[in-house]
């Protein structure tokens, strides 16, 4: 079973982070929310790398909640494969989350894929690639310098 951590809440299963979410989105119905979702990597030695995957639920002009869940995949990466399994797992989650929120009556949110990719470094050559299939699957996205929960939550986790 793949756990998620908080550093509010700690170590979770999937019920205890919904409930949390629920929890604090009951808080302030009036509030408009932003649930973002990003995810990153490293490499930990010679074929392992170590992936976090965040999501962030975001009371705009009032504060947040964070959710990560950590994974370790032991193959060998090309950079553009541990690209596209970031953005595969940010996926996942999107798919998850996204049918507890409507089934709690949330529909009405921005929601988001941020990727840890950009127009500058390394990464340039997948932006229309990876961006493409984020959209493709009916995900509005942000890149970096615009994508905090990759560049900033997932990358403090990894």
Request: charged fraction near 25%.
């Amino acid at each position: 079973m793949l756990y998620f951590y908080s550093q509010r809440f700690g170590k979770l299963n999937l019920d205890e982070v919904k409930s949390k979410i629920i929890e604090f989105l009951h808080l302030d119905k009036k509030s408009k929310y932003s649930f973002i979702i990003g995810s990153d990597s490293q490499r930990i030695g010679k074929d392992k790398y170590f992936f976090v995957s965040a999501l962030i639920v975001h009371r705009v002009g009032s504060g947040a909640i964070y959710f990560y869940q950590k994974k370790i995949i032991n193959q060998k990466m090309s950079l553009k494969t541990r690209i596209y399994n970031e953005a595969l797992l940010s996926l996942q989650m999107a798919e998850k989350f996204l049918e507890i929120f409507k089934q709690n009556g949330f529909d009405k949110f921005d929601f988001q894929i941020h990727l840890d990719i950009g127009n500058q470094g390394e990464t340039k050559s997948l932006v229309s690639e990876i961006t493409t299939l984020i959209q493709s699957s009916g995900y509005n996205f942000q890149i970096k310098p615009n994508a905090p929960a990759a560049s900033k939550v997932a990358d403090k986790h990894t």
